[in-house]
Antibody
């Protein structure tokens, strides 16, 4: 069974930093691209980052580019998101989501974690 | 970024009736369109990809259609477990974008 479990979400001050993790199991993690998608309280979904299986290609949404960094450790089946220079508008549930294509790029998401909540206080 | 617009914002449907949700893309996206269901307190779940292909394990009550800029998700006979918010998402390029969602209620 595919499982994605996010962690690391906390209450942090504006301008602060934190790192989110996503632990993957039940599939060959090193064969899939991965994504981060966020959802502000009561709002819709916003894709924020993509990383290929071998970390050779990385994309960011304009809203986080230059502040967030995605990475992965295939040996540990872990996906990370480093969040820097946090703003109030970064307050959201952060989901990791598996790209639907095996060893290619689909840019839609077939499995999601339950999310981890990041709250940025002003 | 390709803007996705969903309508209506809220859809009230009686149990057993048909629900029809619409999604419009700001430019042609061929059939690169997915639909997700998000039940209260849950993460999104993939329902449809390729505009009309049901994801693994999804009941045939859900069907998708459309191409280019106009898309539709149909729930043939609404059940109580179908309550939630439905999002469309385009994946025509590496910058995927979602619609704002349609809330389906009984």
């Amino acid at each position: 069974e595919v499982q994605l479990v996010e962690s690391g979400g906390v209450l942090v001050r504006r301008g602060g930093s934190l790192r989110l993790s996503c632990a993957a199991s039940g599939f060959t993690f090193s064969s899939y691209s991965m994504n981060w998608v966020r959802q502000a309280p009561g709002k819709g979904l916003e894709w924020i980052s993509y990383i290929t299986s071998g970390s050779t290609t990385i994309y960011y949404a304009d809203s986080v580019k230059g502040r967030f960094t995605v990475s992965r450790d295939n040996a540990k089946n872990l996906l990370y998101l480093q969040l820097n220079s946090l703003r109030a508008e970064d307050t959201a549930m952060y989901f990791c989501a598996r790209d639907a294509s095996y060893f290619s790029a689909a840019y839609y998401f077939d499995y999601w974690g339950r999310g981890t909540l990041v709250t940025v206080s002003s | 970024e390709i803007v996705m617009t969903q309508s209506p914002a809220t859809l009230s449907v009686s149990p057993g009736e048909r629900a029809t949700l619409s999604c419009r893309a700001g430019q042609s996206i061929s059939n690169n369109l997915a639909w997700y269901q998000q039940r209260p307190g849950q993460p999104p779940r993939l329902l449809i990809h390729g505009a009309s292909t049901r994801a693994t394990g999804i009941t045939a009550r859900f069907s998708g259609s459309g191409s280019g800029t106009e898309f539709t998700l149909t729930i043939s006979s609404l059940q109580s477990e179908d309550v939630g918010i439905y999002y469309c998402q385009q994946y025509n390029n590496w910058r995927p974008s979602f619609g704002q969602g349609t809330k389906v209620e009984l």
